[in-house]
């Protein structure tokens, strides 16, 4: 299995950045692909990035804005966000799909003020 942990979610006003934080443990050698999604008040999640050692695919609503990165040392996968919009408030959530399953972590709330 696979435990994620989230970190780095906050307020802040628009055009700001923030970086978030999923640090894995447990069985992260079966992982393949490591993910971010985001839920909006009264939405579905929806995915942001997927990135496997093949490809990063992002959804176009955070292309050039948003990045995603590793530290395999600290087994840790980073979401970088900037120029961050009120639109962009929703919990976010790190999503590794692994050999044996799909995992998530507990979400980290990031609020954009206008």
């Known amino acids: 299995q696979v435990q994620l942990v989230e970190s780095g979610g906050g307020l802040v006003q628009a055009g700001g950045s923030l970086r978030l934080s999923c640090t894995a443990s447990?069985?992260?050698?079966?992982?393949?692909?490591m993910g971010w999604y985001r839920q909006a008040p009264g939405t579905i999640a929806r995915v942001l990035v997927a990135?496997?050692?093949?490809?990063?695919r992002y959804a176009d609503s955070v292309k050039g804005r948003f990045t995603i990165s590793r530290d395999n040392a600290k087994n840790t996968v980073y979401l970088q966000m900037n120029s961050l919009k009120p639109e962009d408030t929703a919990v976010y959530y790190c999503?590794?799909?692994?050999?044996?399953?799909?995992?998530w972590g507990q979400g980290t709330h990031v609020t954009v003020s206008s």
């Open positions: 990135a496997s050692g093949y490809s990063t």
């Open positions: 447990g069985s992260i050698f079966s992982i393949n692909t």
């Open positions: 999503n590794a799909d692994s050999l044996d399953g799909n995992y």
